[in-house]
């Protein structure tokens, strides 16, 4: 079970920390994944994690501006968001694959569980 948290609202130029929690599995098998989906478009791959946290994928969107991060410990996954932009407006859902992530990182059906989504919304 994924449990997200840490949407809000959110002025453009501002920060927002996501974060997931996992439950059920053991935490460090699980690659990781945030994507988003905002109004009328396709879900969206953001940024991903490996399982030992050594390897993150970026979206070209989210480079420069988000930082991926897990703590194996905490079972945590979190998002830092920084210098939102009104493009960035969406539900943003963590996603977890059972196994090492594969190179379709990008693919949403590679993961095999959901987190129920978060909505971040960013004001101009």
């Known amino acids: 079970q994924l449990q997200a948290c840490g949407g809000g609202l959110v002025q453009a130029g501002g920060s927002l920390r996501l974060s997931c929690a996992a439950s059920?599995?053991?935490?460090?098998?699980?690659?990781m994944g945030w994507f988003r989906q905002a109004p009328g478009k396709e879900r969206e791959i953001v940024s991903a994690?490996?399982?030992?946290?050594?390897?993150?994928y970026y979206a070209e969107s989210a480079k420069g501006r988000f930082t991926i991060s897990r703590d194996n410990a905490e079972n945590t996954v979190h998002l830092e968001m920084n210098r939102l932009i009104p493009e960035d407006t969406a539900v943003y859902y963590c996603?977890?694959?059972?196994?090492?992530?594969?190179?379709?990182?990008?693919?949403?059906?590679?993961?095999?569980?959901w987190g129920q989504g978060t909505q971040v919304t960013v004001s101009s």
């Open positions: 996603a977890a694959r059972n196994r090492r992530l594969p190179a379709n990182i990008q693919d949403d059906q590679v993961y095999d569980y």
């Open positions: 994690i490996s399982r030992s946290g050594a390897m993150t």
């Open positions: 059920g599995r053991t935490f460090s098998s699980l690659g």
